[in-house]
RNA sequence: GUCCCCAUCGUCUAGCCUGGUCUAGGACAAGAGCUUUUCAAGCUCUCGACACCGGUUCAAAUCCGGUUGGGGACACCA
């Protein structure tokens, strides 16, 4: 049975690296039929948090990788002392007392080569020589990082260690213990590192790390995941939007890139645009809703659903991410609308009270207020005015939605409804 | 400094294992145009890469060696 792990510590969110790790572990537990075990490394009490425990466990979550069983390491300290003491009476590792502190346990390296079998990059090769001897068990009593790492993923039976590329050089330090300790040594994985933007180490500067940050900027699970897997993993045949399920069918370690990937905000956003065009316009309407409240753009208890939908259809297409809506939609919804200044400069310099004035006629006029007649009443009177459509297209989107970009302005008129939109129009319009 | 990993368009990648079908394919970005209602959607097109040197071979992006460049690790952090 395939055994795979994903170890975080709760001294930081989720972030974007970690989170590539799990789906990597989950991913390959699911296409194996095997477990993904969650192992929470929180031997540091002073740097793990509560916070940070719950923040990592929701944002799993959030990105769908359910774990089969979950350790904490901070219960399993007599656990890594019983192997770290039969290591001392084996002779495999000596005390050493430092002043003011207690009594560490050390493992003596001796010399040898240590070769590991990466399932991506294939054989490596270390000499013991350039690896000092190893601290066990520090002298507070706590194990340290690679004693803990191989006592656990050894009697959890974790078959495969999947993790990132900065873990190479831990390996042969752990393959010591393992062998010291007399445990099967798991298959190796080490996968490519995440970069920033700019190449170096993906940090807070290159863009926000945290999973929940992007899930707060409107990013969906799904996209955030489809992009990850992306970032050293091909489906094949050119495809670049591909479901979890398929993934699963379809992954191989083997086919892991062994170079490391900058992150692209640019590309991650593209795709998260191909998942809101094709996601389900009820669901995304039912997401949408609590940004709205968040915003103050509509009143709990007090909002027309139906209507929220229609305006989620007008904007589906085109959004980058769920924030966008509450961004580009507002006018639908808010009472005063904020004109974009350069806009204004733009479209409504001039004069346009006799064209809105005009304009208003012709929509009382109408008979019946739809897409279709607010069209004609408007082709009409550009006609009447022997004026080029957009010299006033542009003015009216402007005044009635503050922006220059949005979907097509009789739609918008529409949508906005006959009385909206004389007042917004009539409002430009200077009485003489 | 020592050890380790990596190297195809600006970015993500396909191809590399099993050399010829590669004047190297796709996507994002960028640029141009169309959509005579905008673009932040759609469509069309353009720009753009095998890091370098040597070797093996009839033939190398593909195999081997070196150089250079990038990254990572060297804690009683994880």
Redesign the pocket.
Same mark, same amino acid.
């Given at each position: 049975m395939t055994r795979v792990r994903f170890?975080?510590?709760p001294?930081g969110n989720l972030h974007i690296g970690g989170a590539r790790t799990a789906l990597f572990n989950w991913l390959y537990a699911r296409s194996k039929k095997g477990k993904f075990i969650l192992r929470i490394?929180?031997?540091?009490k002073v740097?793990s948090k509560k916070e940070y425990l719950d923040e990592i466990l929701v944002s799993l979550k959030w990105l769908g990788f359910d774990w089969d069983e979950i350790y904490h390491?901070s219960e399993r300290f007599g656990i890594y002392r019983e192997h770290a003491e039969k290591l001392l009476r084996e002779g495999d590792a000596y005390t050493?007392?430092?002043e003011g502190?207690?009594e560490?346990i050390?493992y003596k390296v001796r010399p040898q080569k240590i070769k590991i079998n990466d399932l991506i990059?294939?054989?490596?090769?270390?000499?013991s020589e350039?690896i000092?001897d190893q601290?066990l068990i520090?002298?507070?009593g706590?194990?340290?990082?690679?004693f803990?790492c191989v006592v656990d993923d050894a009697t959890m039976d974790i078959t495969h260690v999947i993790r990132g590329?900065?873990?190479?050089?831990?390996t042969p330090k752990q393959i010591l213990i393992y062998q010291a300790l007399g445990f099967k040594i798991p298959e190796f994985a080490?996968l490519?590192?995440i970069?920033g933007?700019e190449?170096?180490?993906l940090s807070k500067r290159t863009g926000a790390t945290a999973i929940s940050d992007y899930r707060k900027m409107g990013y969906l699970a799904q996209a955030l995941v489809n992009y990850l897997l992306?970032?050293?993993?091909?489906p094949?045949e050119?495809r670049?939007i591909i479901d979890i399920d398929e993934a699963i069918k379809l992954f191989d370690i083997?086919?892991v890139? +062994? !170079?490391?990937?900058?992150?692209?905000l =640019?590309?991650l956003?593209?795709i998260n645009?191909?998942y809101l065009?094709n996601a389900d316009t009820e669901a995304l309407t039912d997401v949408i809703i609590p940004l709205l409240l968040e915003k103050e753009l509509i009143e709990k208890d007090n909002f027309d659903r139906n209507y929220i939908l229609s305006i989620v259809k007008l904007?589906q297409?085109?959004?980058?991410t769920l924030a966008?809506f509450a961004?580009?939609a507002d006018f639908f919804f808010a009472k005063d609308i904020k004109i974009d200044p350069q806009a204004e400069k733009k479209f409504l310099s001039r004069d346009f009270s006799r064209e809105f004035g005009l304009f208003v006629q012709k929509l009382e006029a109408l008979d019946e207020f739809n897409i279709t007649a607010i069209?004609e009443a408007?082709r009409s009177l550009i006609k009447e005015l022997s004026m080029?459509?957009?010299t006033l297209?542009?003015p009216i989107?402007v005044a009635l939605t503050g +922006? !220059?970009?949005?979907?097509?302005?009789? =739609?918008v008129i529409y949508y906005l409804g006959k009385e909206r939109t004389k007042e917004r129009l009539l409002q430009r319009v200077r009485r003489s």
């Open positions: 170890a975080p510590s001294t490394e929180d031997t540091d740097r390491q050493e007392k430092t502190r207690g560490a050390i990059r294939g054989e490596i090769e270390f000499d350039n000092k601290v520090k002298s507070d706590t194990p340290t990082y690679n803990a590329d900065d873990h190479i050089s831990n080490h490519p590192l970069l933007a190449g170096g180490r992306l970032l050293s993993w091909a094949g050119n670049e083997k086919d890139n +062994k !170079t490391a990937a900058a992150f692209n =640019e590309k956003k593209w645009n191909q065009k904007f297409a085109r959004l980058g966008d961004d580009w069209e408007f080029e459509s957009k297209i542009h989107r +922006k !220059t970009v949005g979907p097509g302005l009789f =739609e």
